[in-house]
């Protein structure tokens, strides 16, 4: 038995979900709760959530965003997030 049919057997339904490709921030319609990724000279940063579509800041298109954690918090608790601006060609949604 091949090892691709034996993966079959242990997803029986669709196999295993494809993998998805980052896009832009400034390619998708709605932001806000989406799950984003952070591109910074030291490297990626994963965890992160959009608190608000993208805005247009002093400097150009900005978007708002905050760690996982903040976010949850603000929703269950209203507390304000501690947010950062962020620009929005160096952030990529998951």
Known sequence: MSDSDQEQRRYPYFGVPPARQPRPASCVPTLRGKRVV???????????RAISELQRGPSGEEVVIVSEEDYYRWM???????????????????
Do not use: C, N
């Open 38 to 48: 952070l591109s910074t000279p030291e490297g990626f940063v994963y965890d992160m």
């Open 76 to 94: 269950f608790t209203h507390q304000p997030p501690r947010s950062k601006s962020f620009p929005a060609h160096l952030v990529w949604i998951e």
